[in-house]
T-cell receptor, first 109, second 111 residues
Framework: AQRVTQPEKLLSVFKGAPVELKCNYS??????LFWYVQYSRQRLQLLLR??SRESIKGFTADLNKGETSFHLKKPFAQEEDSAMYYC???????????FGTGTRLKVLA | DVKVTQSSRYLVKRTGEKVFLECVQD?????MFWYRQDPGLGLRLIYF???????EKGDIPEGYSVSREKKERFSLILESASTNQTSMYLC??????????FGEGSRLTVL
């Protein structure tokens, strides 16, 4: 069965430190992967997707098919990055989005 | 801006009551979704609709039903609310590029 695993429930880093939020997926086909973010008191919104290969708010994520991973990275964390982050997988030919359990990122001053 | 609006932000209901959660989107999206969001469990798909009057069960449809009579509106129905349905409910619509747009959520408490 398709699955998305985010192993860390909570990740705390200091401001200016690098951050990596882990996401592993299980799917034998060609996945479409996303990172969504939910800031305090805001709605869930798209952060980035692997197809676009762009950097949003300094975050990047590379799809590693060999390791079935899509880790989210940022070289220098900012306090405003504190939020809940969800990794999501869409399998080809479906509209079914499978979300991970989320990682709460806390950036400490 | 794409807008997904959930009519009720907070509801408190009693066990056995019928509950309607409504969601409206203004971008003519064909696909709409209902998720519930629980701490430690992430987002779990209840139902989705890929077109008007078309619906498909998600991973946790038990105890829920949906209605999509018009393209812009997707309703989630709890026929007889139970305490284990206390949760945050999120509606989303899907753009053709694949991006999901979420509503602000409806926090339901069942006493």
């Amino acid at each position: 069965a398709q699955r998305v695993t985010q192993p860390e429930k909570l990740l705390s880093v200091f401001k200016g430190a690098p951050v990596e939020l882990k996401c592993n997926y299980s799917y034998s086909g060609s996945p479409e992967l996303f990172w969504y973010v939910q800031y305090s008191r805001q709605r869930l919104q798209l952060l980035l997707r692997h197809i676009s290969r762009e950097s949003i708010k300094g975050f990047t994520a590379d799809l590693n098919k060999g390791e079935t991973s899509f880790h989210l990275k940022k070289p220098f964390a900012q306090e405003e990055d504190s939020a809940m982050y969800y990794c999501a997988l869409v399998t080809s030919g479906t509209y079914k989005y499978i979300f991970g359990t989320g990682t709460r990122l806390k950036v400490l001053a | 801006d794409v807008k997904v609006t959930q009519s009720s932000r907070y509801l408190v209901k009693r066990t056995g009551e019928k509950v309607f959660l409504e969601c409206v989107q203004d971008m003519d999206h064909e696909n709409m979704f209902w998720y519930r969001q629980d701490p430690g469990l992430g987002l779990r798909l209840i139902y989705f609709s890929y077109d008007v009057k078309m619906k498909e069960k998600g991973d946790i449809p038990e105890g829920y039903s949906v209605s999509r009579e018009k393209k812009e509106r997707f309703s989630l129905i709890l026929e007889s609310a139970s305490t284990n349905q206390t949760s945050m409910y999120l509606c989303a619509s899907r753009k053709s590029t694949g991006e999901l747009f979420f509503g602000e959520g409806s926090r339901l408490t069942v006493l």
